[in-house]
Every structure is written in structure tokens, then in C-alpha cells.
């Protein structure tokens, strides 16, 4: 099942912030005139948005094989994460980026700059307390890695992504207020400009780390190298297995995998012996790990198995 409990339950919190925050900032927006608090206005709903689709990617990826999808429909996760990741850049940046830009050209000032304060409070409280349950369940799992590696290694975007979008919030809300407070102390609406030019530029970057994680899982990423030692051990401890050549490993979704082995198996094996161990050796991979879908087994010799390795690298196969 793609998207754990866990998972599911921060991108609702996130969804049910980011609504709160979006209306607020619109009725500041429309009330004061900021440039800044209206780049932060479309920023929550576009983070609403994406919040929306990354359930809805959830959703799907969770549907039964079919002769069609014969390995599920995992993937959709992955593809709707994706374009989370576009309409950050497309919506949230650009919208940001030609804001500022135009206020940069033409400032203007801003009125009420104490509402614009209070709202900026109240949005850094909706903002934080869905940030907070956002890093919380990511640093349940990442367990003892860093944050940055831990990200590069999760298969699950929901898990990461509510995380960047609530940083990039606080960030954003932290710009914007600095920005209209430069404007209106200093007399110089132009600052207002530059911090919505400020937060295009921030949601930018995060869109950017996103897409090209998002891409990579979508391509196909290997499984976790632990899951595939665990499998090596497995095979090379099930007799009368002669050799676990190597494994290949695609992942299809968080919690979906999909596996082919290479086995060199004794000379003297008969057909029938070979097909009784394959299904042994699939019921004991699947007991441990319930998140490989398919396990595909070739029996191949070690030579055989190099030669087709560098096939795939596209190197010139072993002499001698």
C-alpha cells in the first residue's frame, strides 16, 4: 500500500493549514495591497493544490493489478509528485517572481502594515503547527540518517514534500514580513517588490530539489541496498544454490518492489528440483519482505550473469 497512515495523516493537516493560511492571506492581500502577502496568498493555495493531488496520487497508487498494469499502478505517486513539483515552479515561483517584479517597477505603498503583521502571525502558527507534524514524521523515518540523505534515499515523496513546502512557508512568511516592514519603515515600497521576488526565488529552489527527486523515482530508482543484501543472504542460504550471481531491484511505489535474481545453481539439479526451490525461496524473501510485489528468478550462470551486467553498462564483454 502506497503512503503510510502516518504519511497520510500529515499531507490532511497540511491541507487543512494551507486552506486556513490561503484565505487569510487573500483577505490581507486584497485589505493592504502588499505585493508580498499576495505572492504568499498564491503560494498557500497552490500548496493546497498540490496537497490535493499528492492524496489523490496516493489514492490511485494504491489499485489492484490488472491485465493492463500487470505490477500495479504504484507509479502514480510518483507521477503525481512529480507535477507537484512543477506547479511549485510554474504557479508558486512565477506568480511570485512577476509580482515582484511589477512592484519593483511600480511600487506601491502599503496600507494597514499592523494587519499585515497579525496576519503573518496567524499564518506562522497554522504554517508551524503543520510543519512541526511534518518533520515529526520524518524524522520517525529517516532513523539515524541526516536529513539531506535521508531525503535523497526516501521512496515516499508525500513524506518529504509537505515537509519542503511547510519550510518554504515559513520562510516565505518570514521574507514577506520582513519585506513589509522594510517598505513601511524605511518609505520605500520597493523593498515590498524584492520580497516577493525574495519568496519566487525560494520557491524555486525547493521546487527544483523536488522535481529532481521526484523524477528519479519516477524513472525507476533501485530498492534500498539493505532490502537487496537481505535478499542476497537469503539465496545464498537456500540450497542446493550454488551461487547468488547478483540482484536488480526497481522500486514501484513506497511500500512496492520489484525484484529478479541472478542464481547459479549445481549441475546436476533437475527442472523440477529448480522450480520447488524458486517457490521456497519467493515465500521466504515475501515473509521477510512484504513489499517486494514480484520476484523474478533466472538461472544463469556466473559468467553469463557479468556478461550481461556489462551489457547493460554498455562495456565490452570479459576475456579469457
Known amino acids: 500500500m502506497a503512503g503510510t497512515p502516518s504519511t497520510r495523516l500529515t499531507v490532511h493537516a497540511a491541507l487543512a493549514g494551507n486552506l486556513l493560511v490561503a484565505a487569510t492571506k487573500t483577505v490581507a492581500a486584497a485589505w493592504t495591497g502588499s505585493s508580498a502577502m499576495l505572492s504568499e496568498a498564491v503560494h498557500s493555495f497552490v500548496d493546497t493544490g498540490n496537497e490535493i493531488l499528492l492524496l489523490y496520487g496516493m489514492r490511485r497508487s494504491r489499485r489492484r493489478a490488472d491485465p493492463e498494469h500487470p505490477l500495479g499502478y504504484g507509479r502514480e505517486l510518483y507521477f503525481w509528485s512529480f507535477i507537484v513539483a512543477l506547479l511549485v515552479f510554474a504557479l508558486g515561483a512565477g506568480v511570485s517572481l512577476y509580482q515582484g517584479i511589477l512592484h519593483v517597477r511600480q511600487p506601491r505603498p502599503i496600507s494597514h502594515p499592523l494587519a499585515s503583521y497579525a496576519v503573518f502571525g496567524l499564518c506562522f502558527l497554522f504554517e508551524g503547527t503543520s510543519w ?6 520524518f524524522k520517525a523515518a529517516k532513523g539515524p540518517l541526516g536529513y539531506y540523505e535521508a531525503f535523497r534515499r526516501s521512496k515516499d515523496p508525500p513524506s518529504f514534500m509537505v515537509l519542503f513546502e511547510d519550510s518554504a512557508a515559513l520562510l516565505g512568511i518570514a521574507i514577506a514580513a520582513l519585506g513589509t516592514f522594510a517598505a513601511t519603515t524605511l518609505d520605500a515600497p520597493v523593498f515590498d517588490g524584492i520580497a516577493s ?14 522535481a529532481r527527486e ?38 514501484l511505489a513506497p511500500n512496492q518492489i520489484v525484484a529478479a535474481l541472478s542464481l547459479a545453481f549445481a549441475d546436476d539439479i533437475r ?19 512484504p513489499e517486494v510485489v514480484a520476484l523474478f528468478v533466472k538461472p544463469q550462470t556466473h559468467r553469463a550473469f557479468r556478461e550481461s551486467v556489462h551489457r547493460r553498462a554498455g562495456e565490452p564483454p570479459e576475456t579469457g
Do not use: F, W
Request: hydrophobic share 50%; no cysteine.
Open 214 to 251: 521526484s523524477k528519479s523515482l519516477l524513472i525507476g530508482e533501485r530498492a534500498d541496498r539493505r532490502l537487496s543484501a537481505s535478499i542476497m543472504r537469503i539465496a545464498e542460504a537456500q540450497g542446493p544454490v550454488s551461487r547468488a550471481n547478483g540482484l536488480l531491484t526497481v522500486q
Open 271 to 289: 527442472a523440477s528440483d529448480i522450480e520447488e526451490l524458486v517457490r521456497t525461496l519467493e515465500l521466504r524473501i515475501r515473509r521477510l519482505h
Open 197 to 210: 521576488i525574495l519568496i519566487g526565488l525560494v520557491l524555486a529552489g525547493t521546487a527544483a530539489l523536488l
Open 132 to 137: 512541526l507534524l511534518s518533520l515529526r514524521q
